[in-house]
């Protein structure tokens, strides 16, 4: 007890904080979300989310070249399509912004991991992640459509796909479409625990995929829950998934150390758009330091059991952790 106990003693200098430090942030531990869209020559900025861009396939050649010059092993790709339909067709189309784009990052950074979005949000005129029929989002039906659209990923080069629609026995669809088709490798990144969040607001901004009608709230995570994620996350595995993931990150961590603490195969967390939005908009009124709230931020989510976070500060933060933050 103390004056024997001091815990200060381990933390007088810079050099035993590093040596006592329990969790080390790294550039292993970051994936790049990025926005492919149809074009050449687009570089437009979201207005929610500053410094994060929609981009046509040249320049999101570019913005991959650069999270590899970093050390960033991975990046998430979702699409805006030129035209939506009901059932989101140019979600599995050959010649679609993100199939396109998976190829173009696979020649020009061949040791780069390239993960996708697997969805109909982005593609469906209603801005749901299944079909409607009779003005209810329907489950079965629409698992043959997405299971379509992983194929097609996986045929333009995707290393990972990651359906964050939601739909019950979408990763058993989604697995075995991919090894009747031959992509036996391709492996899984479900969205296992993804809530009805207030947090994704920017997002829908930058994808245009807000619903015409309703809410999500009857196929994504009630908030108030958080046993509930671990039984998702075990059916995910049970279905075939080779990782799971949390979202959002922030505000669940509770629910992140369960899975971590519970969970098999790899755990991932997406610190998403409206949690990087509060932290720009804060940042640009001189309220908080970016640089350290985000390395905070960053460093919370993986103390709390992720494997690796998938974020819009992964640049900057790469580029921190190279001048030794």
């Known amino acids: 007890m103390f004056p024997i106990q001091r815990p200060r003693r381990n933390r007088r200098t810079e050099a035993l904080r590093r040596l006592c430090r329990e969790v080390v942030l790294t550039t292993n531990d970051l994936v790049l979300p990025m926005f492919a869209v149809p074009g050449r020559g687009v570089r437009r900025e979201v207005p929610s989310m500053p410094t994060i861009c929609h981009l046509s396939v040249d320049e999101i050649i570019v913005e991959a070249g650069r999270a590899a010059e970093l050390g960033i092993p991975a990046v998430l790709l979702f699409g805006i399509p030129e035209g939506k339909d009901p059932q989101g067709s140019e979600a599995w189309s050959a010649s679609g912004a993100v199939q396109r784009a998976v190829g173009a990052i696979k020649s020009a950074c061949p040791d780069l991991c390239v993960m996708t979005d697997v969805c109909l949000c982005e593609y469906t005129d209603h801005g749901h992640c299944g079909l409607v029929e009779g003005g209810e989002v329907v489950n079965d039906a629409s ?109 669940y961590l509770d629910v992140l150390s369960d899975v971590a603490a519970e969970s098999p195969v790899p755990v991932a967390a997406y610190n998403v758009s409206g949690e990087f939005a509060m932290v720009k908009a804060a940042a640009a009124r001189g309220w908080i330091d970016e640089r350290r709230v985000t390395m905070e931020t960053l460093t919370a989510i993986k103390r709390a059991g992720a494997d690796f976070i998938l974020t819009y500060h992964a640049l900057d933060a790469a580029q921190w952790l190279r001048e030794g933050d």
């Open 143 to 251: 698992l043959e459509l997405l299971a379509r659209a992983a194929v097609s990923h996986a045929e333009a080069g995707a290393d990972v796909v990651a359906p964050s629609d939601m739909m019950d026995g979408r990763v058993d669809a989604i697995r075995a479409a991919l090894d009747d088709a031959g992509f036996t490798y391709v492996a899984i990144l479900s969205y296992a625990a993804k809530y009805a969040s207030a947090y994704y607001g920017p997002f829908r901004e930058a994808a245009d995929s807000a619903p015409q009608f309703g809410d999500r709230r009857g196929y994504q995570m009630d908030p108030a829950n958080r046993r509930e994620a671990l039984r998702e996350v075990a059916l995910d595995i049970q279905e075939g998934a080779d990782m799971v993931m949390v979202k959002p990150a922030l505000a």
